[in-house]
């Protein structure tokens, strides 16, 4: 039995003029306007395993994105910063022996 996402997901005009605007453009980053549409189709009352499978997603994902949403609104869907050991690239030259 699928499981009911306890995340219930209400738009105020504001918040749904912006992801609207954010989904249709061309230029914006992919993940924003996944992110944009996850919220969108959540809204609609769209389960997340439906989502996931509209946007050829995986559904851990869209949980992730429609959870971080109800907690922080907007601002949690922006990119954050990430933490722990820095990326070692371009890669180190090796020692000359």
Known sequence: MPRKC?????LSEAERARLEATARRYTAPYMDVIRAKIVLYAAA???NDEIAARLDTPRQIVS??????????????????RIG???LFPPQRRRRR
């Open 6 to 10: 306890p995340y219930r997901i209400d």
């Open 45 to 47: 009352g769209l389960d």
């Open 64 to 81: 992730k994105w429609r959870k971080r949403f109800f907690r922080e609104r907007l601002p949690g869907l922006e990119e954050r910063s």
């Open 85 to 87: 050991r820095p990326a």
